[in-house]
C-alpha cells in the first residue's frame, strides 16, 4: 500500500513537473530533483567509520561542542527527523570548516574520506529533500493578531483595533508571527473571539435614527468668557487656562449653538459646561499665551522621558479636559480653527544675559570710573531690603540660600537699551555667587563665574544683563538666593548698535524672518487625566498650518474613540480626578531648546463631536442589511444576507450545506429573538467564530482549473491563492477584484498584474509594516529603555520617527521598484524634519517623510546605518556590538550564529582598569578566552564596524576620551574599517549572499512557515529570477509569487 | 450615554454568553460540589493598604515601637505594637522584608500602587500595565466556583491610572473594576435568584453559537489534508473546552448554594461615619464567599493611594487623629511617627480581625485560614519610597506554607517571586510572574 502510494506521487510529481515547464513560462522555480540512484556509500560500513575518527570525538557522548552530537543523529534522512542537522553537516564539511584547523593538523581528514562522506550525505539529503517537499507546506494558518483586526475591519467597515485584547502570538525561529505552526487557538482565544466579535457587530448594526452627536465648540480670546459658565480643573501641576478667556458652546446636530428653551434646560447646559476646562498641564508658561486673538502656542518641546515628567506630554500642549460628558464610542472630529501665530516676545521687551559681558564701568586702583550718562545706584539707597544687611558699603546676604532682595527706582527720559554692571565682592564657584535681576515682571538669573585674578580682588565690576527699558519710572530689582552681595548697580544707556545689544536686535529680526520661513502643524491626541501628567495616544496625522495669521483655516482631525486611552468606565462613584478625558495638540514643529520658540500657531477654537456619522445608517450596516429587492420576504432576505456575509467572511464561495447549516441556526434563533437584526446579528456572531474565518483555509482535492482533474499532489485552489496573494501583500483578505478573478479562475494566469496592482494599493502598506517590522527586529527599538540622561536627545518622537524611517525607506524601494542594493547603501535617506534635525541633517522641512539625497560621505545610507537598527541593537547605555553583529549576520547574510554555550565566563569586571576599557577591547578580552574565541572571531568583526555609532545611533569621534577604532578583519581575512568599507565589501563580494537572505525571509513570511534545507532549489531558482532582472524590490516578490510553493501547493 | 467601550466589557464579558464562563465548571460534572467533594480548597486573598507604613529608624528609641516591620530578624523577632495584634496569629504568619518590583523602585511610590499585583511598566510614556496575579490564579481556579474573583475595595470602581482603586488588572492590563457596597455585592453573588433567567439565556445563546462551529469546524476538517486535519483538530479540541465550560456553567444555576449565616454582616456601615465596622462588613463577606466556597480568589484594597477615597479620612474617623492618612505619611512634625504607627496599628486590628475569623471558621476540611494564603501589604515602605514593601503572609498552613519568621530578603528580589511560590502553592503551576527570577526561598515546603 505505502509502495503504491509513493509511486503514486512520484507519478504526480512527473506530470506536474511536465506542466510546469510547459505551461507556466513566467513561472519560477524548480522542485528538487530526485537524482538517478547514485553511488550511495553504505552508511554502516563506510561513513560511520570516518565520522567514529574524525567526528564523534567532539560531537558524540563525551563531548557535543555547539550543541551538536552525530553519533545519535538518525541516519535515514528520508524517515528520521534530523535531515536538517545532516543538511548542517554537509555545509561544514564542504566549506572545509570541520573538522577545525587544529583537529586537522593532528590528524588529517583524508581527502578521499571527506569526498566518500559528500557523496553520501549529498545524495541522502537529495532524497530526503524530495520526501520533505511533501512535508513542506504551508500548514494551515490562523490569522495572526493584526490579521484579524485587519479582516474583521474590512469585513465590518469599522476602523476598530478589534484584536488589541488578544494574548499575542508566538514567533518561528525566524522571528514572524504569521506560522501555522506556531499559531495555536488556546480556549482562551476562542472565549475572546466571541466576545469581540458579539461586541463588534453590537457597533456594526445599528437600530433607529441617528444618533445625536455630543458637539461642543471652544472660542478662545484674552477676556470674552468673563461672567460665562465653564469648568476649571485643579490639582497637581495643574497649569489651567483662565476661565475668563473662552467659551463653550454646545451645539445641535446642525451645528448650532442649543438654546435653552427653560431654566430647567439651562441648569443642564450649565452643568455640561463646569465639566470642561482648558488646561495646559506640562506645559511652560513661557511657551503659550491667551491673547485677545486666542491662544499662541509656540513649538512644543519634547518632556524628558523619566517618570513622572513622562506623562506630560511636550510642552506646550493644549487640552480640552472633559468629565464624564463624552461619549465613550464611534467616530469623532476634531476641528481646529488655527493659523500662523506669532513672537510674544519682542526688543522691546527684554531683560538678557550679554554674551560677552565687559563691563562699562571699571575700577581704577578701586576708583569707580564710569561713563558719563550712567546712573549709579549704591546699595546704601536701596529700598525694600530682604536678607541683607550693609557691611561697610556693601549689602550682602544674612541667610545666604534664602532669597534676598533690594530695589531701586529707575526713571528713564527716554526709552533705548542699557547695560546694566555689578560692583561686587569675589567669590569663588563653589559658593554657587548668583544675581536676578528684576524689570517689569522680567527676571533674569545668572551665576557668576570668576576668574583666578578676579577673585584675587577686593573689588570687581561685573556686566550682569542688558535690558531695553521704556520711558518712565521703573523698578528694579536686585538678589536672589545665594546672592552674592554688591555695593552698586551701574546703569549705563546704550547705543542701538553697541556690540553689547547690537547681536541681540539682529538676532530677534532674524528670527522672526528665520520662523516666518518654517511652518507649523498640529497634532492631536486624546488620553486620560492621571495623577502627574496623561495616558495619551494620537490620532490622525500631523497637518501643516498655512493659514497666515488674520486667515484662520478649519483642520480637522478624525479618530475612533475605541482606539484610544479614554478614561476607563467608573463605577458611578464619582471622584473629583477621575473619569477625564482629555482632547488636545500641540505644536508639532518640535524643537530641541526651549530657547526656541519656533514658528508660534495661533488656536481660535476647537469643536469635538462624537460620534460623528458621515452617512446613517453608517456603512458598517448598509452592508450587512443591503437594499435587496427581496428586503419584504424574510426568509429570503436572510438567506441573502447570511449568504453574502459568509462568503465574506470566509473569503470563498460557500455550499449549500454550509449555507443551509447557518440557515438553520437562524430559523432557530428567529423564534427567541424579538428582532430580525437581532436574529442576523447571532448568526453573524457564530460565523465569525468559525474556523472558516479564523483560519487561512485551504482546502485540499480542489482542481486547480489547469486542465487537469483533481491533480496530484492536490493544486491550490484559485481562492485560496486569492487569499495568500492578499494576506501577503496587504495582510487583509481578497478585495471583490481578487476574488472575481478567482471565482473566474483566471487569477493564476495574472499574478503578475496582480502583484503589480496589489502593490500599488495603499494596502500595501500593511505588508511593508508587519514585514518589516519582524523581518528586522523593529521591535528591539521600540522595547529599548535608553538612558535618559546620557542620550536627552533621543525622545520620543525620535524613537517613533527611527522605526518610521525604516518603513518609510523600504516602502519607497518597492513602490519605486527599486534595486535590492539599496538595502545595504543608498544614496538617499528617508527623512522628516524632526529625525533629520536629531542626525543633524539640515534643510529637511516639515513632518512627512521623503527621500533625502544623501552623499556616501554622510554615512546614513541603507539599513545598517538606521537609527532603528542601531539605536535597536545598543543596551541602552552603550552601543551593543554583539547584538548589531549577530543582526548583520541573521537579516544581511541569512547566517544564524549558534546562540552561546551555557555557563559563558563573564567579561571579568575585575581586570584592571576594566570600567575605562571600550567595548572593542573587553571583546578582545573575551576573545582570548579559548571556549569563546571560535565564535567570536566570526561575530565580532560585523559589529566592531559599527563603533562610531553611538547607543542611539549617531556618530562620535571618540568614546571614553580616546578615539574610537572601527578597524577590523572579516572571516574571511580581508580586513576593513568602519561601516562604509563593511557596505563596500558586502556590495562587492556578497550580492547574492544578501539576495538570499531577503529572499529566505520574505519567502518566509508569505508562505507562513520557515524554510528549510528542502526549499533550497526553489529558494535558488527564485535567486536566478531576481538576477536576471536587476535585483529590484519587485522580482523578489514577483518570485516568491511565482514560485511553486506559493502558488501551486 | 452609552457607558460601552470597544475594549470589552468585562462584566458583560464575565457574565455574558456562558463561554466567557464568569460562572462556574464543575468537576468530573459532578453537581455534588462545593460539599464534600474531592480535596481541600486551595485559595488566595490579597489585602493592600495604601501609603506605605511608620518606618522610624531602629535607633529611635523613643518610636521604634512603632515600626511596621519586627525588631528583629528570624524566628525570634519580636512584634512593634504596629502588628500586635497579630500575635496569636505568630506560628501561622511569615514576615517578609526587603521586597519590592525592580520596575516600580523609581517611580513615585503612591504610583506604585497601580502595580502592587501586576509587576506592570508603567515608568514610560504609555501606561504599560499588565495582568495581576490574582488574575492569573483566577484564571485556574474558576473552574472550581461559581465566580472566578472577588475585586473589592473601600472605594468601589477603578479610580484612574496611577491612582487606581483596585488591585486586580485583566488580561490585558486593564483595571477591573472594584466593588465596595456590601449589600449590592451580597446580592450579586450569594443570592440564587435574580438575574437567573438573563444568565441561563444567554448560556443558552452561547451553547446555540458553540454547536453550530462545531458543527461547521467538523465539515471543513474533512476537507483538509492530514497536515491541517492536525491543525483544526488543535481548534476543536479548545472548542470542546469551551463547550464543557458552558455546560457547567448553566449546571451551576441550579445548585443551591451552601448554608450560610450572613446575619452579623453590617450591611449599612458608613464609611463616613464607621471605618470599623465598614472594613469589617468586607471582611465578613470575604470570610463568608471563602465559606460557601463561592470563589477562591479575592483581592481587598483597603483605602487609595495619595489622599483619595474614604480611606484617607479614616485616622480622623477612628482615631481622633486630625490629619488625613496621606498627610501622615509624609508628615515630619513632632510625634508624627506614633500617629503613622497608630493608624498602622488600626489598619492591622481590623485586618486581624478577618484572620482570626478565618482560623474561627471552618469547612469540612478544618479551619479556613490553613486553606488559604493572604497576603497583607502595601507598594511603599516609608513615605513614595517604592521598595522594602511592608509584607505579610498568613495562613495556608495545608498549602505547606512554612511560618514563624521575619525574613530580610536582598533588597534586589523581586516582589513577583512571592506570587511565583503563592501561585505555586495554589496548585496554579507557574515557573514566572512577570520578572520573577524564581520561586521565593524557605517559605514552602
Known sequence: ?1049 | MSRKSWNLDRRTFLRGLGVAAALPFLEGMSWAIPQGQGSAPKRLCYVYFPNGCSLPSLKDKDNAQWRWFPTAAGKDYKLTKVLKSLEPFRDRMSLLGGLSHPKSRELLGHLAGDTYLTAGDVRGDRYQNRISVDQVAAHQLKKHTRFPSLVLSVDGGVGYKSRVSTLSFSADGRPIPSEHRHRQIFERYFSTGGSQEERRNSLQQGKKIVDLVLEDSKNLKKQLSKYDQAKIDEYLESLNSVEEQVRRNEAWLDIPMKEFDASDVNFDADPRVDPKAYVRATFDLMALALQTDLTRVMTYMCGREDGMGFGDNFPNLALGIQKGHHTISHDTGAGHWPEWGRYDQWVAEQFTYFIDKLANTQDEFGPLLDSTLVLYGSACSTTHNARNYPTALLGGKALGAQHGSYKIYDHDTPFSNLFVSMLNAVDVKTESFADSTGPIPGLFA
Open chain 1, 1 to 1049: 500500500m505505502g509502495k503504491t502510494d509513493s509511486s503514486c506521487r512520484t507519478f504526480g510529481f512527473v506530470v506536474y513537473t511536465l506542466l510546469f515547464w510547459t505551461t507556466a513560462l513566467s513561472v519560477v522555480g524548480a522542485r528538487p530533483q530526485q537524482k538517478a540512484p547514485a553511488q550511495r556509500p553504505d552508511f554502516e560500513t563506510e561513513i560511520k567509520p570516518i565520522l567514529d575518527e574524525f567526528c564523534y570525538g567532539c560531537h558524540g557522548p563525551r563531548k557535543q561542542k555547539g550543541d551538536i552530537r552525530l553519533d545519535t543523529l538518525d541516519h535515514d534522512l528520508v524517515n528520521g527527523l534530523d535531515a536538517e542537522t545532516w543538511n548542517l553537516v554537509e555545509e561544514m564539511v564542504e566549506e572545509l570548516d570541520m573538522p577545525p584547523s587544529k583537529a586537522e593538523k593532528r590528524n588529517p581528514l583524508p581527502d578521499a574520506s571527506r569526498q566518500k562522506l559528500l557523496t553520501w550525505l549529498d545524495s541522502s539529503l537529495a532524497e530526503a529533500a524530495v520526501a520533505q517537499v511533501e512535508r513542506n507546506r504551508t500548514i494551515l494558518r490562523r490569522l495572526n493578531k493584526q490579521q484579524y483586526t485587519n479582516s474583521l475591519q474590512e469585513l465590518l467597515h469599522l476602523p476598530i483595533d478589534f484584536g488589541n485584547v488578544l494574548p499575542d502570538d508566538g514567533k518561528s525561529e525566524m522571528g514572524f508571527s504569521n506560522n501555522g505552526e506556531v499559531l495555536e487557538a488556546s480556549p482562551l482565544h476562542l472565549e475572546y473571539y466571541q466576545a469581540i466579535a458579539r461586541q463588534a457587530l453590537d457597533q456594526a448594526i445599528v437600530e433607529g435614527p441617528k444618533p445625536a452627536p455630543f458637539w461642543i465648540r471652544v472660542t478662545f480670546g484674552k477676556g470674552s468668557g468673563k461672567g460665562k459658565v465653564a469648568g476649571s480643573t485643579g490639582g497637581y501641576q495643574a497649569v489651567q487656562f483662565p476661565t475668563d478667556d473662552f467659551v463653550i458652546e454646545i451645539l445641535d446636530s446642525k451645528g448650532q449653538e442649543k438654546v435653552a428653551v427653560d431654566a430647567v434646560e439651562q441648569k443642564q447646559f450649565d452643568d455640561i459646561k463646569r465639566h470642561i476646562s482648558v488646561g495646559l498641564r506640562g506645559s511652560s508658561q513661557s511657551r503659550w499665551r491667551s491673547v485677545e486673538e486666542g491662544v499662541v502656542l509656540y513649538s512644543a518641546l519634547p518632556h524628558k522621558e523619566v517618570a513622572p515628567g513622562s506623562w506630560q506630554g511636550p510642552s506646550p500642549n493644549l487640552k480640552l479636559e472633559m468629565q464624564r460628558v463624552f461619549p465613550e464610542n464611534g467616530d469623532f472630529e476634531m476641528r481646529v480653527r488655527a493659523s500662523r501665530g506669532f513672537l510674544l516676545e519682542s526688543t522691546e521687551r527684554l531683560l538678557i544675559a550679554i554674551e560677552d559681558p565687559v563691563p562699562l564701568a571699571y575700577l581704577d586702583e578701586q576708583v569707580m570710573m564710569m561713563p558719563r550718562d550712567a546712573h549709579v545706584f549704591a546699595a546704601a539707597d536701596a529700598k525694600n531690603i530682604q536678607n541683607m544687611e550693609l557691611q561697610g558699603s556693601m549689602l550682602m546676604p544674612v541667610e545666604v540660600p534664602e532669597p534676598s532682595a533690594a530695589e531701586f527706582e529707575l526713571v528713564v527720559q527716554q526709552a533705548g537699551y542699557f547695560q546694566l554692571d555689578l560692583v561686587h565682592r569675589p567669590a569663588s564657584i563653589d559658593n554657587m555667587p548668583s544675581v536676578r535681576l528684576s524689570l517689569q515682571n522680567l527676571n533674569l538669573d545668572q551665576r557668576l563665574e570668576l576668574s583666578e585674578e578676579q577673585l584675587q580682588q577686593e573689588r570687581l565690576v561685573t556686566a550682569v544683563g542688558a535690558a531695553y527699558i521704556p520711558a518712565g519710572r521703573h523698578k528694579l530689582k536686585i538678589g536672589g538666593r545665594f546672592f552674592i552681595g554688591f555695593e552698586s548697580l551701574v546703569v549705563t544707556p546704550v547705543a542701538e548698535d553697541h556690540p553689547a545689544v547690537a547681536p541681540l536686535q539682529a538676532k530677534s529680526a532674524a528670527l522672526a524672518a528665520e520662523l516666518a520661513k518654517k511652518v507649523p502643524s498640529m497634532r492631536a491626541f486624546v488620553g486620560t487625566r492621571t495623577d502627574d501628567g496623561m495616558d495619551y495616544a494620537n490620532f490622525d496625522r500631523s497637518q501643516e498650518v498655512k493659514a497666515e495669521l488674520g486667515g484662520a483655516q478649519v483642520y480637522t482631525f478624525r479618530g475612533r474613540l475605541e482606539n484610544l486611552p479614554i478614561p476607563e468606565p467608573e463605577s458611578g462613584d464619582t471622584e473629583i480626578l477621575s473619569g477625564f478625558m482629555v482632547l488636545g495638540l500641540w505644536n508639532d514643529h518640535l524643537v530641541k531648546s526651549s530657547r526656541d520658540p519656533g514658528p508660534p500657531i495661533l488656536i481660535e477654537a476647537i469643536e469635538f463631536e462624537a460620534p460623528f456619522h458621515e452617512e446613517w445608517p453608517p456603512a458598517s450596516h448598509s452592508r450587512i442589511f443591503f437594499a435587496s429587492a427581496n428586503q419584504g420576504n424574510e426568509e429570503v432576505y436572510a438567506r441573502e444576507v447570511i449568504g453574502s456575509f459568509i462568503r465574506r467572511a470566509f473569503r470563498r464561495p460557500v455550499d449549500g450545506e454550509t449555507l443551509e447549516r447557518y440557515m438553520a441556526f437562524w430559523h432557530n434563533i428567529r423564534l427567541a429573538e424579538t428582532s430580525f437584526e437581532d436574529s442576523i446579528k447571532e448568526v453573524l456572531i457564530a460565523a465569525l467564530c468559525s474556523p472558516n474565518f479564523l483560519y487561512l483555509v485551504e482546502p485540499e482535492t480542489i482542481s486547480g482549473g489547469e486542465g487537469l482533474e483533481d491533480p496530484w499532489p492536490p493544486t491550490l485552489s484559485e481562492h485560496a491563492l486569492a487569499t495568500r496573494l492578499s494576506y501577503f501583500l496587504w495582510n487583509s483578505p481578497p478585495d471583490e477584484r481578487l476574488t472575481r478573478l478567482a471565482a473566474d479562475k483566471k487569477l493564476r494566469g495574472d499574478l503578475g498584474q496582480q502583484v503589480t496592482r496589489l502593490l500599488d494599493d495603499e494596502r500595501s502598506w500593511r505588508f511593508v509594516r508587519s514585514f518589516t517590522h519582524e523581518w528586522l527586529r523593529l521591535d528591539r527599538q521600540q522595547l529599548i529603555t535608553m538612558n535618559v540622561n546620557s542620550y536627552p536627545t533621543y525622545t520620543r518622537f525620535v524613537k517613533r520617527d527611527m522605526a518610521e524611517e525604516t518603513y518609510h525607506f523600504v516602502e519607497h524601494l518597492i513602490a519605486n521598484d527599486m534595486s535590492i542594493f539599496n538595502l545595504i547603501d543608498s544614496d538617499f535617506v528617508m527623512l522628516n524634519q524632526n529625525l533629520a534635525e536629531f542626525y543633524g541633517i539640515e534643510g529637511v522641512v516639515g513632518n512627512h517623510f521623503r527621500a533625502v539625497p544623501m552623499p556616501a560621505s554622510e554615512g546614513r545610507g541603507g539599513l545598517l546605518s538606521q537609527g532603528a537598527f542601531l539605536a535597536g541593537h545598543s543596551d541602552g547605555n552603550e552601543a551593543h556590538p554583539i547584538k548589531r553583529a549577530v543582526w548583520v549576520k541573521q537579516k544581511i547574510l541569512g547566517d544564524d550564529p549558534p546562540l552561546p554555550p551555557p555557563n559563558v565566563p563573564p567579561l571579568d569586571s575585575e581586570t584592571p582598569g576594566f570600567e575605562n576599557l571600550t567595548l572593542k577591547e573587553k571583546l578582545v578580552k573575551h576573545r582570548d578566552n579559548p571556549s569563546c574565541h571560535d565564535c567570536h572571531a566570526d561575530i565580532d568583526p560585523f559589529g566592531v564596524v559599527f563603533e562610531n555609532y553611538n547607543a542611539v545611533g549617531l556618530m562620535e569621534s571618540e568614546r571614553k576620551g580616546r578615539p574610537i577604532d572601527t578597524t577590523t578583519v572579516l572571516p574571511s581575512g580581508t580586513p576593513i574599517a568602519g561601516v562604509p568599507e563593511l557596505k563596500a565589501h558586502l556590495l562587492d563580494k556578497e550580492r547574492d549572499t544578501f539576495a538570499r537572505a531577503l529572499i529566505e525571509h520574505m519567502f518566509t513570511y508569505a508562505l507562513g512557515r520557515d524554510v528549510s534545507f528542502a526549499d533550497e532549489a526553489e529558494i535558488d531558482a527564485i535567486l536566478d529570477f531576481v538576477r536576471e532582472r536587476e535585483y529590484s524590490m519587485r522580482s523578489v516578490i514577483l518570485g516568491i509569487v511565482q514560485s511553486e510553493s506559493f502558488r501551486i501547493r
